[in-house]
């Protein structure tokens, strides 16, 4: 039988090792979601107009990425912390899967026709998909301290 000591992880004995990580997931997912919100608002034609959705794209893209790889850093780092709450957790099973699914549909289909020139329904269709997608990885996220 496998036995995982808690408190040998750095994040559970230090007071203040849990709450900067946390501090460090939720400031980089607030990057990424908001680097990526800003192409979805110009999709759904709600703002920054005088851009195109692929030039927004282009000039946060390194943002998006840079917050993309701490965020999943941080993540591991608090999954470490208490692997056996989180695996049996529902909210964070569905959180990890629509991350997966948010972070492929950003780098696919979402990139695509933001780069592109599409018409105005699927601009809005595939602008929607990511809110939705996005809104869901970070309503997840908050439940899994209630699950």
């Known amino acids: 039988m496998l036995i995982y000591d808690l408190n040998a992880?750095?994040?559970n004995s230090n007071e203040?090792?849990?709450p900067l990580t946390e501090c460090f997931h939720i400031t980089s997912?607030?990057?990424s979601i908001g680097t990526i919100a800003l192409v979805d608002l110009r999709l759904l034609g709600l703002g920054m107009r005088h851009q195109t959705?692929?030039?927004i794209l282009k000039d946060t893209s390194l943002w998006t990425l840079a917050g993309f790889i701490i965020v999943i850093f941080s993540g591991l780092l608090i999954f470490s912390s208490d692997?056996?709450?989180y695996l049996y957790n529902e909210a964070f099973r569905f959180k990890v899967t629509a991350l997966t699914l948010g972070i492929i549909y950003n780098y696919t289909i979402h990139r695509k026709i933001a780069l592109s020139n599409p018409?105005?329904?699927v601009d809005a269709l595939v602008g929607g998909v990511s809110v939705l997608l996005w809104i869901s990885?970070?309503?997840s996220g908050l439940w899994i301290a209630f699950i």
Do not use: R
């Open 53 to 55: 959705p692929g030039q």
């Open 16 to 18: 203040w090792a849990f």
């Open 119 to 121: 018409s105005p329904g």
């Open 83 to 85: 692997p056996i709450h």
């Open 9 to 11: 992880n750095p994040l």
């Open 29 to 31: 997912f607030a990057l």
């Open 137 to 139: 990885v970070v309503f």
